[in-house]
């Protein structure tokens, strides 16, 4: 499934009791402000359920502590971020006919960022006990004002903010500092031609952040969106393996692509925030076009791919089981057109 126009960044894709979960940003079916919502048992038939459950359409995540399901999102400022939960813990049903509380404020942005606050990425328990937040933000630069179409700064550096949960509710954050900051990109895409073009580009913010374990050597990677729209819109998702020292420091080793410009918003989906769990790729595409077609819209890619570790300890990218066979079973030739 993919290709729909009015869903965006995939926000808090996640597997619980067998059950996929993605809640791309936008209205849900029959309308209404907030998340749609789309579900599969196998990531690759997807049913968009009725109800538009959470937030105010921005990128958040959902994550499941012993404390249950929640949600976090950014406010529209986005100064705070918000907190939601399921009235009841029917989210692992297909139907979700469920509630959700009132959003309450689980966190401020702290005076030292000097912009935005936005895109939670899903909660991470580390080896301290406690339970971790990352959101993009950044500091330094010419500030919001200078950028009237996303209110972002046209420089200075882009900052992954970690935020220490209080405890497994996610109800209280305190903001430990930026885990790790960036000022560049590697290459980007010229909107102009959508050609890539090897030569790095500034990057004033991180925007749809991701940071999780993977693999069984005590690697983490950070993922995020980086652009700067007054020096011509440029994009690229990228990825940062390193480790992780005292729950706080982010110890960069190696660092790379996602793809080269036409995917945003990259997300990964799991179980359990597991090292050597299953960890599935999602992601958003359609930002550029080739010039003197028509526009087609952020689009939504649901053609999920598995993210490991490879022996060499290098960060693999490979196309899901699941949709390998099932494509090898019922064609010869098979192409997929989104």
């Known amino acids: 499934m993919c290709g729909i126009s009015r869903d965006q960044d995939p926000s808090g894709p996640i597997l619980v009791d067998g059950v996929w979960h993605v809640f791309p940003d936008g209205n849900g079916k029959g309308g209404g402000k907030g998340w749609s919502h789309f579900t599969s048992r196998d990531l690759l038939r997807w049913t968009e359920q009725n109800h538009s459950v959470v937030a105010g359409g921005d990128t958040g995540s959902v994550s499941k502590t012993e404390s249950g399901i929640i949600a976090l999102y950014p406010d529209g400022s986005p100064r705070t971020l918000q907190r939601q939960v399921p009235t009841n813990e029917a989210i692992g049903k297909l139907s979700l006919d469920v509630e959700w509380s009132a959003p309450v404020i689980a966190a401020k942005k702290p005076a030292s960022l000097g912009v935005g606050m936005r895109d939670p990425a899903r909660a991470l328990k580390m080896a301290d006990?406690?339970?971790?937040?990352?959101?993009?933000?950044?500091?330094?630069?010419?500030?919001?004002?200078?950028?009237?179409?996303?209110?972002?700064?046209?420089?200075?550096?882009?900052?992954?903010?970690?935020?220490?949960?209080?405890?497994?509710?996610?109800?209280?954050?305190?903001?430990?500092?930026?885990?790790?900051?960036?000022?560049?990109?590697?290459?980007?895409?010229?909107?102009?031609?959508?050609?890539?073009?090897?030569?790095?580009?500034?990057?004033?913010?991180?925007?749809?952040?991701?940071?999780?374990?993977?693999?069984?050597?005590?690697?983490?990677?950070?993922?995020?969106?980086?652009?700067?729209?007054?020096?011509?819109?440029?994009?690229t998702n990228e990825w940062f393996l390193g480790t992780i020292d005292d729950s706080k420091t982010f110890h960069l080793e190696d660092r790379g692509l996602l793809d080269y410009g036409q995917y945003y918003a990259a997300r990964t989906g799991s179980e359990e925030q597991s090292p050597?769990?299953?960890?599935?790729?999602?992601?958003a595409t359609g930002w550029h076009n080739p010039p003197g077609m028509a526009s087609c819209n952020t689009q939504l890619h649901l053609i999920p791919r598995d993210m490991a570790l490879d022996a060499k300890g290098r960060v693999t990218f490979n196309p899901i089981p699941e949709i390998a066979s099932t494509l090898r079973k019922n064609c010869h030739v098979c192409v997929c057109v989104c």
């Not at 010419?142 to 109800?171: E, I």
């Not at 050597?276 to 992601?283: A, C, H, P, Q």
Request: charged letters at 10%; hydrophobic letters at 35%; aromatic letters at 16%.
């Open 276 to 283: 050597t769990g299953r960890r599935v790729l999602f992601s």
């Open 129 to 235: 006990g406690n339970w971790y937040v990352g959101a993009g933000s950044g500091f330094g630069g010419t500030g919001p004002k200078s950028n009237s179409k996303t209110g972002l700064p046209n420089s200075g550096t882009g900052c992954l903010a970690w935020f220490k949960a209080t405890n497994s509710t996610l109800q209280e954050f305190e903001y430990v500092g930026c885990l790790l900051t960036n000022n560049h990109t590697t290459g980007f895409i010229d909107p102009r031609t959508v050609a890539w073009n090897q030569t790095d580009r500034v990057a004033a913010f991180f925007e749809c952040p991701d940071i999780f374990p993977l693999g069984s050597t005590g690697k983490y990677v950070a993922m995020a969106s980086l652009f700067n729209w007054a020096a011509g819109g440029y994009y």
